[in-house]
């Protein structure tokens, strides 16, 4: 029996809530608990800008709400460490610092092709990602008692070294160890099984302090440091080296025209928190007595 025009319709509005029905199940939200492994290097006047500092192993835990097949939302809380000098690229200049990075970050990813757990297109997908951060830092170098010949760590920012806390200095202000940052880069997942991701990606965070290194801009007057011995080596350490001799003032320490950037990769996995804690959902009962 042939379908008559209303019999049609009625089928097509039919298969297109099914249709609509499908894909609803398919991109429903859910949620992924994970961590990561890796390492993070830093990009500043102690490296020349390098792309490719020296690395030091960072983590991360993280939160991922995936809207839908494409798109999710992470939360995530990261801690490594930075480097920089030893050897300073100007080796006359002889300086070096470390800092421990704290960073707490909110992020927009992108998948390229339809992903996630159970039901779905694809097992891979690569994908990109960017948002907003804080971070906090502290520069630290290792000074050497001239008198004494011990070694400790000291915290560089409460020096001064280019001299953020002297009058002569009105426009150079202590630099905040707080700063806010944007992550941004790609990255890959592979699905292992309806509950397990694997990914691996590598990322980009632009800044906006030129401290993270303790150097941005020029050597000051030593005669500043008169009552600070330690700030007074630290500010400018070419004398530690053989031959070397301090500079003078107004010599270029460092290149304050570019902000400090740092560099993470890793690689991670997530697991979904229906299987984790689906578990603590209170089960649904229903009496079939009338």
């Known amino acids: 029996m042939l379908a008559t025009p209303k019999r049609y319709s009625c089928l097509v509005v039919m298969l297109l809530l099914s249709a609509g029905v499908v894909t609803a199940q398919?991109?429903?939200?859910?949620?992924?608990?994970?961590?990561?492994?890796g390492g993070m290097n830093y990009i500043g006047d102690l490296n020349g800008q390098s792309l490719f500092g020296t690395v030091r192993p960072a983590a991360n835990l993280f939160y991922r709400y995936n809207i839908d097949s494409r798109w999710a939302v992470?939360?995530?809380?990261?801690?490594?460490?930075?480097?920089?000098?030893?050897?300073?690229?100007?080796?006359?200049?002889?300086l070096s610092f470390s800092s421990h990075l704290c960073e707490a970050s909110l992020r927009a990813?992108?998948?390229?092709?339809?992903?996630?757990?159970?039901d779905v297109s694809y097992r891979t997908t690569p994908y990109l990602f960017c948002g907003i951060g804080i971070f906090h830092f502290n520069p630290q170098a290792t000074y050497t008692d001239p008198s004494t010949g011990a070694s400790?760590?000291?915290?560089?920012?409460?020096?001064?070294?280019e001299g953020q806390h002297s009058d002569l200095y009105p426009d150079?202000?202590?630099?905040?160890?707080?700063?806010?940052?944007?992550?941004?880069?790609?990255?890959f997942k592979y699905r292992i099984s309806k509950?397990?991701?694997?990914?691996?990606?590598?990322?980009?965070?632009?800044?906006?302090?030129?401290?993270?290194?303790?150097?941005?801009?020029?050597?000051?007057?030593?005669?500043?440091?008169?009552?600070?011995?330690?700030?007074?080596?630290?500010?400018?350490?070419?004398?530690e080296r053989e031959g070397g001799s301090s500079h003078p003032e107004g010599a270029i320490r460092g290149d304050d025209s570019l902000d400090d950037w740092y560099?993470?990769?890793?690689?991670?996995?997530t697991i979904d928190t229906d299987f984790l804690f689906g578990w603590m959902r209170p089960k649904r009962c229903y009496n079939d007595k009338k």
């Open 26 to 37: 398919r991109q429903k939200p859910y949620g992924e608990l994970g961590f990561s492994v």
């Open 195 to 239: 509950t397990v991701i694997f990914a691996f990606e590598y990322g980009f965070r632009k800044t906006w302090t030129d401290y993270i290194d303790d150097v941005s801009t020029l050597y000051v007057d030593p005669a500043i440091f008169a009552d600070d011995e330690v700030a007074l080596r630290m500010a400018d350490r070419a004398a």
């Open 172 to 187: 150079r202000y202590p630099y905040n160890l707080y700063n806010l940052c944007i992550p941004f880069g790609l990255g």
């Open 152 to 161: 400790s760590t000291v915290d560089l920012q409460p020096l001064g070294t």
């Open 263 to 269: 560099a993470f990769f890793n690689a991670s996995i």
């Open 74 to 94: 992470t939360i995530a809380a990261a801690y490594g460490t930075l480097v920089g000098g030893n050897p300073d690229v100007q080796p006359l200049r002889n």
């Open 109 to 118: 990813e992108f998948n390229f092709v339809s992903f996630g757990f159970g």
